[in-house]
């Protein structure tokens, strides 16, 4: 693996055709949005968001948005936000920087795939699900907190569990 490719801003992959992998051994590091537009596949391997502005995931065509290895690592209090739902495909890195999702816009980590690094500074804000039969804790948190929420292995391979955190004072 090199030292793949660095964008410095928004990042917009077209592609109309059969499919083509983005970062397919290296790690494809994005300061801004990035932005699909494909009703094939675009196959994202390891993608890096870092910097200290805000970005986007969002897909503008019909292809489901999965990325084998997603990594946060945003400065300065910048976050993350899904416009779509994102599908992990092997791994998520939590090192700094907040991942937002909504109901429909869900960070999912498919069957086998996990985290590493969750933390006060780096976690889900908003709904966040698991598909497959591995037991899972969820990396959910509010306003600097990480409240992560756990599940037991379930039995079946496609048994889908969501989990959210909400902070409220009893």
Partial sequence: AGTGNKYLGNVTYIRTGAGVIVGAGDI???????TL???DGIGLGKIKFNGSTNSVIEQLATQPVQIAELIADKTAGSSITLNDSVGINTSTGF????????????????????????SNTSFVNGPCKKMGNDAFVFPVGKINTLAPISIGAPLITTNVFSAEYFMNVP
């Fill in 95 to 118: 090192i700094n920087g907040i991942i937002n999702s909504s109901t429909t816009k869900e960070l999912i980590f498919l069957d086998n795939a996990g985290y590493t690094g969750a």
């Fill in 28 to 34: 494809v590091e994005i300061s801004g949005n990035l």
């Fill in 37 to 39: 537009n494909s009703t």
